[in-house]
Every structure is written in C-alpha cells, then in structure tokens.
C-alpha cells in the first residue's frame, strides 16, 4: 500500500512539474498574424499561468513583428543587389510595416524581458529571450532614422515623431544597455533633438524635454537643445508663477552649468522682463566676478545701461563686449549709439569729435560685419555720427546719408 501511495505522489508531482501551456497561452502561440495575437494577449494577460508564460507571449509578439521585419528588410536587400547588378527589377516593399514593425518588437521586447527576469513557478530566475531580443532588434533599429527622415519630407509630423522617438527611447532604454552605441554616437544627438522638437510640436512637452536633454550630450547638438528647450519653456509662461517656475528652472540650469552663455542669457532675460533689477544685476555681476571676459555678461551689462539712458555706463560695458567678442555688429552699433550721445553731451568740441570719431569707427565696424542690417540696423545712427562729426555737406556725411 505504502509502495501504491508512493507512485501515486510521483505520478501527481509529474503531471504537475510537466503539465503544458494553458490554453491562454496555446492560443496566442498559435497564432500568425500580429495584431490577432496582441489582442489575446491583451485579453488572456491575467489568464496565464505565471511569468514564464507571460514572457514566452511576449516573446511570441517580438517573433511575429520581427518576421514582418525581416521579410520587409529581406526585400530591400534583394532591390540593392539587383541594382548593383544593373538590374531595373524592384520589388515594392511596405514602408511605414517595416517602422510599425520595429516599435512593436521594442514595445513587446521590454514587455518581454520584464517577465523574463522574474521568477517562475520554481522561484528561479531564469531569462530565456532577452539577450537574443536585444541583439536582433538593435541590428534593425537604424531604419527608424531613415524612414523617420522620409515620413519629414511628406509631412507626417506623428510619424516622425513615432519613428524618431522609438529610436531615441530605446538607446536610453536599459534593456539594451548591453548593445554597442558608438556607431549612432555620430546622429543620437541629431536625431534626439528633432524628435524634441516633434514632441514639442505635438505639445508633448515632458517628451520633448527628454529628448532635448539627449541632444544636449552631443557638443554639435548641445546650443541648439538649449535655445530650443527654452524657447519651449517659455512659450508655456502664462502666469507670474509660470514665470518663477521658469527662472528657479533657470537657476538650477545655471548652477550646473555657470558657463553655459545660453543659460545665463535667458535668466537675465527673465529678470528683465520681469523688472527684477536687482536680480538682474546681481546675477551679472557674480557671473562676472567669476567669468569676466564672459561676452553675454558684458553685453547686457551695457544694455540695461542703455535701458537707463546712461550713455556712459552702456560705453563702458559695451567696449569690454566688443573686445570680447569682436565680430557682434549688435555690439559695435549700441556702442555706436552712446558714443554718439556722449559726443553731443560733450562739455567742449574737442572732447565732442573724440567722441564722434569712436562712434563713427564702431558704425563702421557694424557696417562692415553685417553690410545688409540683417542683425543690426545700423544706418541712421552712422549717418548722425558723420552728420555730428563733419556736417551735413562733406562727402564722409553725404555717402553716409546714402547707406542709412
């Protein structure tokens, strides 16, 4: 009887140790179409029986995109080959599946690998296709760039930023942390920054910030991200606490990066336009304490001076703006500008000329950096500086009149 007792617990541990997939699971597995699949696994999810089986639905997913991938992908290499064999034979291909196709097997791929890590009905860990997910998706992803690029030039902004931003999430995924990233190193940042500006488009705001802080790793991209990323932050203000949101976000961008003239420029901005002076000059200052041929800092340095009407104190700023950076035309006609005031304010003639001599020598520094007054208009104030220094008849005037 003990024997009987004996096999009959073998025969029930067996059954159960080998028992097969749940009919939850069979059908999914059984099927051949994507979208079939995806939806039984979006309805069985609770009826299966554990993570095991979690992720080999998951998994049965990635296989299922991955063959719409590799049948669109096959097709493209054939249309290559024949081209190089000067043949005129294309086969068409479907696009906008083969994108579709690569976002779902990332989508279900991270599904997968969150079950996988989990333990099974044994209580062990013991990950079946994560590796082998990863690796067969990363060799796949590029074509979201290109198609991306292409969806661009035809005006499917949701597409771009469909494909765009697959491709940009999925680098900064862990899941594939183990793939090597040097190769897109070179367009990352390229691409992160024009998904930013898709997802802003789309008023996807936090989407977009992400993206921005990506391009922000890659030095060509970094100005770029910035001035953008702040261009999207302010274009939210609606409120003074929108706007003191915006300047303590300000601040913590300025504190981590001090040097950073983008930065410093829009804080000063803020300041200014909410005539917070004293904020305004503080931060100025400190920066130019630390930085003191910082060229931003110069240059508005001199302009709240010319907001002031003080000709003398915008001068002062505006030369050491100038020297610091010597190809702004912006710079050289308000310096220009309060030359000239300082030359008609003058006690006595000759401190006067002097004066309009400078004025007229930093006019004509605008005039020859920007000849067209596409950043600065620089004309009139020329023409009064040669009208103050040599009359309205002498030739110098005369050609100035014509340029103003």
Known sequence: MKKLMMMAMMF???????????????????SKDYAEAAQLLKQNLAQLADNAEKAKAYNKLVDLAMAKVTNETGTIAENQLSAQMGSDKVKPYDTLGLANSICDAIENAIECNKYDQLPNAKGKVSPKFSEKNAERIWTV???LVNIGQSEAQKGNDAGVLKYWGAFVDSAEEPFFAA??????????????????????QAQQIERANKYFEVA???PQQKADAINFQLYAM????K?????????NQLKQMYEQEPENDVVLDGLNSMYEGMKDKAAQTALLDSHLAKFPNSFTALANKGLMAVNDNNAEEGAKWLRKASEAKPDNPVVWTYLG???????????????GMKFYDEAIAAFDKAKELDPTKA???WGYNRYQAYYGRYGADDPKTKAAEADK
């Open 239 to 247: 409120t003074r606490e929108d706007s003191l949101s915006y300047v």
């Open 337 to 351: 500008a309060c030359l000239s005031v300082l030359a008609a304010n003058a006690a006595d003639n000759a401190t």
């Open 12 to 30: 029930v541990a067996s059954t159960t140790a080998f028992a097969g997939d749940s009919d939850a699971l069979k059908a999914i597995m059984k």
């Open 179 to 200: 793939m090597d990233h040097n190769a897109e190193k070179e367009y990352i940042g390229q691409v992160a920054f024009f998904a930013g500006r898709y997802a802003f």
């Open 216 to 218: 922000k790793r890659d």
């Open 141 to 143: 992803r590029p074509n």
């Open 234 to 237: 302010r274009s939210l203000l």
């Open 375 to 377: 950043q600065a208009n």
